[in-house]
């Protein structure tokens, strides 16, 4: 007769899963709200219960053994299954409840998922909300997340998909700049100015500026003597006065709206519609993700 599975061999499953995801224990441990040593103990315990090695360990990282690999598929596998059962039972709830995980950039949860929580929340009030803004592309099935909203083109075609609200690619500046430099009138003016440019954390690159020419779209890359690698600092730069800056309008629009940003060249600005929400098949029917995926639709 098989032994039944045991509480403490499912949490040894779910640590073990995680770890394997995120890469170290420590993650794993914050993503389950646990000590890294509950998670070491639990899966040192799976180890000894399947009698191999799941990691080969190093000072910086986790490696999966040839058997670790292997068995960690399977087990995502398990808990995809797991969470498709929980998904059901939700659904059966026509009431949106229970906790809403959803992951974005920091630009995005501040300009487009924070200023919705208070409706959202009025609206329903047994959902609760746990939002985790990172520029990192997470692995939504593998830490759980309900829901997340990009901004860009996706690569990953097994998850559902919705694109949200349209925005422009504008240039901003201050209205004290502008009164001591001058306003340009056509992007190979910019070489006249002083510009505050974005680097992008992920790939170390600087940020090619598109703009609207006639039927063509054009790029630019200033020559700029400051550059930041987190777009509200480039936005609180160019607020301050330090020069012309290019921005999403739906992160502008505060700062325009107080009168302290005006949009500059803004005939030749490009449009973009590539914010898109993001989530698993598994999450399909779960009444809060469709909520929510319904305040964000409106936004647009």
Not at 139 to 168: C, H, N, Q
Not at 210 to 215: A, K, T
Request: proline share 6%.
């Amino acid at each position: 007769m098989k032994e039944p599975i045991g509480f403490e061999r499912l949490s040894g499953m779910i640590a073990f899963a995680r770890a394997g995801s995120l890469g170290s224990y420590r993650a794993a441990a914050r993503s389950l709200s646990v000590s890294p040593s509950a998670i070491s103990k639990s899966i040192q315990r799976l180890e000894h219960h399947f009698g191999v090695s799941l990691f080969t360990r190093t000072t910086r990282s986790l490696v999966f053994t040839a058997e670790g690999r292997d068995l960690h598929e399977r087990v995502l596998q398990l808990l995809r299954q797991a969470e498709e059962i929980e998904q059901v039972a939700k659904s059966a709830r026509s009431e949106p409840a229970g906790t809403l995980r959803i992951a974005t950039s920091l630009p995005i949860g501040l300009h487009v998922i924070a200023p919705v929580i208070t409706a959202f929340r009025q609206r329903h009030p047994k959902v609760l909300l746990d939002v985790r803004l990172s520029d990192q592309i997470v692995d939504l099935i593998g830490e759980g997340i309900d829901l997340a909203v990009r901004i860009g083109e996706l690569s990953d075609s097994s998850l559902l998909s919705r694109r949200l609200l349209p925005y422009t690619l504008c240039c901003y500046a201050s209205p004290d700049y502008l009164a001591r430099c001058g306003t340009p009138q056509h992007p190979d003016d910019l070489v006249e100015h002083e510009t505050v440019n974005l680097r992008y954390q992920s790939t170390g690159q600087t940020l090619r500026w598109p703009f609207r020419v006639g039927d063509k779209e054009i790029e630019r890359l200033p020559s700029s003597p400051v550059v930041l690698d987190a777009s509200e600092a480039v936005l609180a730069a160019i607020a301050a006065g330090a020069g012309i800056g290019l921005a999403a309008s739906f992160m502008a629009a505060p700062r325009v709206r107080r009168q302290e940003l005006v949009p500059v060249l803004s005939e030749f600005a490009v449009h973009r519609h590539n914010i898109t929400a993001i989530w698993p098949e598994s999450r399909r029917s779960n009444p809060a993700v469709r909520a929510f995926l319904d305040m964000l639709i409106e936004l647009g």
